[in-house]
Nanobody, 129 residues
Framework: QVQLVESGGGLVQAGGSLRLSCAAS????????MAWFRQALGKEREFVAA????????YYADSVKGRFTISRDNAKNTVYLQMNSLKPEDTAVYYC??????????????????????WGQGTQVTVSS
C-alpha cells in the first residue's frame, strides 16, 4: 500500500556529487523508516543508509560514512540521499525502501533488506574514473 519512486540518478565523475530522491505515496502514515540500498552489476544488494520516519535516528554503511547523508521531508513524504566525494565503486542501481506496519526493537534491523516490505524500481548511479 506504499509506492516508492526514485529519481536523481545519473553519470558523474569521481569526486562529484549527486542527490537522490524517493517520493512515497499511499499509506505513508504507517511508515516507520525508509532506507537506501544499492546493487552493483554481478554483486549482491547491500545496505547504504536508513532513517526513521519519526525521531532523529540515522544509520549508515561504513563504506559511505562521512560522504553520504540521508534526510527526510515529512511534508513531502520524501527521503533524500546526498552523495558527495563519489567513487567508481559507488556505481550501482540505488533502490529506495520503506517499512510500514512493522516495529523493530533493535537498530540492527534497519541494516538488513529483509526489514523492508516496500521497494522502488531503482535509479542508476554511474561514477566514472
Amino acid at each position: 500500500q506504499v509506492q516508492l519512486v526514485e529519481s536523481g540518478g545519473g553519470l558523474v565523475q569521481a569526486g562529484g556529487s549527486l542527490r537522490l530522491s524517493c517520493a512515497a505515496s499511499g499509506r505513508t502514515f504507517s511508515m516507520s523508516a525508509m532506507a537506501w540500498f544499492r546493487q552493483a552489476l554481478g554483486k549482491e544488494r547491500e545496505f547504504v543508509a536508513a532513517i526513521r520516519w519519526s525521531g532523529p535516528g540515522t544509520y549508515y554503511a561504513d563504506s559511505v560514512k562521512g560522504r553520504f547523508t540521508i534526510s527526510r521531508d515529512n511534508a513531502k513524504n520524501t527521503v533524500y540521499l546526498q552523495m558527495n566525494s563519489l567513487k567508481p565503486e559507488d556505481t550501482a542501481v540505488y533502490y529506495c525502501a520503506a517499512v510500514a506496519d512493522r516495529t523493530y526493537y533493535s537498530d540492527s534491523a534497519y541494516y538488513t533488506d529483509g526489514a523492508y516490505n516496500y521497494w522502488g524500481q531503482g535509479t542508476q548511479v554511474t561514477v566514472s574514473s
